[in-house]
């Protein structure tokens, strides 16, 4: 790597979640040594730590500054970006319950905008904005989605595609005043998380506990270590700046997906096609759910679009920076093995609370 390109300063928002964490990883395995982390809480950091340990690296933790900031302080952020050369982007709010709609719009948007603006206004030399697939417009198979198909109607889509569109929006805005941006549209990412949350890391949770059934729905995804190494790659091509990227390693249906965890989990895969009335009904109990103030891990959404497929492009990085993905099994493998380790993990403290009772 370039040495002048280490010695780059950079900012990392939301390092602490799933993209950012894995991407702090990678630059400092990469050899960069300039490296800020925007957090709301301090405490937040172990779960950076925790990645860091899963490369080998968690000693390096204390080369990182670390700066609790607020994300909606325009003033303090421009402050504290001077003399910056890049920022990565990767905060945002994840949420799929419908209450809490209005709230997720709200926060991305305005952070989007709040961090592109700062970057602007403190004269930061590159700024990478991580995206999402779910901002894009959607056409139908063999044509596959490519970073031309802009959204044309936000009819049907959940808040968070809704809240990565107007993100997405306010970026390309301050853009235009003079900014360099990249902007990242990853497809459904694989990789280690919140086992109990809405994304990824949940399906390897419900496979393992017996998931049995299966649609044929297709859409892209890519391991969240590819996001990272391409995040970095990006950030380091001149000729990226003023672009998007979809970032898809493979489409597969979700019954390729559920059968490559199932077999990576050693468990049972799901053997029951839903069809169209299944998911009507999960629809309607999870209307009722939302009615009632239940949470639940699947949504409308989720339902909606586990009924269609759909094929991503994600070649444009290969062709304009020779970036090359990794196999998507390896990424399930590694992911299915962090939650078994998980697993065993609580298994073995819930047994020591017993024998201390």
Known sequence: MDKELQKRKVVVTGATGMVGSHLVARLLLSGYRDITIFVRTVESVRKLENILAKYGISGQLKDIKTEQIS?????????RLKGVDVVFHCAAKVSFQQKASQALIKENVFVAYAVAESC???NVGLLVHVSSIASLDLVSPPEKITEANIL????GKSAYAVSKFFAENEVWRVGNKGLRIVVANPAVIIGSGDWNGAGTPAIFKMIYKGLPVYTNGITGYVGVKDVARALIRLSEVPEAAGQRFILCSDNL???ELFDKIALAE???PP?????GRLLNFMEKMIRFAGFWGIKTTITEETIDTVKHQYLYDGSKITGLTGFAYSPIDKEIEDTAHDFLDTCRSCHRKQRLSAVRR
């Open 271 to 275: 053997y029951r096609e839903a069809n």
């Open 253 to 255: 249906s979700y019954k």
């Open 266 to 268: 050693h468990v049972k």
């Open 71 to 79: 994300l909606y302080n325009v003033k303090s952020l421009t402050d």
């Open 152 to 155: 044309q109607s936000l009819n």
């Open 120 to 122: 602007y206004r403190a």
